[in-house]
């Protein structure tokens, strides 16, 4: 059994009957009845994606998912085409599949993922909780400001946006948190 509480971006889970893959965290809202965490989901058998809100107390069922090991080979489009790492087998993935995740993937990163797969079908990826990226463009930074309070968005050399701290610049490598897309800290890799 699942809580609220322990659902992330590619747990998947029963609802209403049906099984369910987490995309996006869509953030957390208190009010009289108690916090209410929105979801984006996709159903895994109908392919459909959805809002949810969950209360904090509600419990769900796992739902039995294979995982494999694999490295993204290439991007052609909007498909990952993934390379299975025992059997050398070719797994591609929709850029809508992959939810939030795709951009944070590129096949130049030397890092292993797994696709998780429901019945045979490949429907999310599990990719690591931190994983560093360059800043393609972002405005310039602050000297002086190192509070990290403040943020801009950058945009990240797979094209996705985030939020970074104001002391960052273009062509940083930076660190980010895979589960929510914050910021962490700068690569220590220069």
Do not use: W
């Amino acid at each position: 059994m699942l809580s609220t509480n322990e659902i992330r971006v590619g747990t998947a889970f029963m609802y209403e009957g049906a099984p369910f893959i987490v995309q996006r965290m869509l953030g957390q809202k208190s009010g009289r009845g108690g916090m209410v965490t929105r979801l984006r989901v996709k159903n895994i058998v109908t392919g459909s994606t959805q809002d949810l809100g969950l209360d904090a107390g509600e419990k769900f069922d796992d739902v039995d998912l294979e995982e494999k090991s694999v490295k993204l080979s290439y991007v052609d489009g909007d498909t990952f085409h993934f390379m299975d790492q025992e059997t050398y087998d070719d797994v591609p993935l929709s850029k809508e599949d992959l939810g939030d995740n795709a951009g944070y993937i590129s096949p130049d990163d030397d890092y292993d993922v797994s696709i998780t797969f429901y019945e045979g079908k490949p429907v999310g990826v599990n990719l690591p909780v931190n994983v560093t990226r360059t800043i393609t463009y972002c405005e310039p930074g602050i000297k002086g400001d190192t509070s990290g309070k403040s943020t801009k968005p950058a945009t990240l050399d797979t094209g996705m946006e985030v939020k970074v701290p104001l002391f960052c610049n273009t062509d940083d490598r930076i660190v980010i948190d895979t589960r929510d897309g914050s910021f962490v800290e700068r690569a220590k890799d220069k």
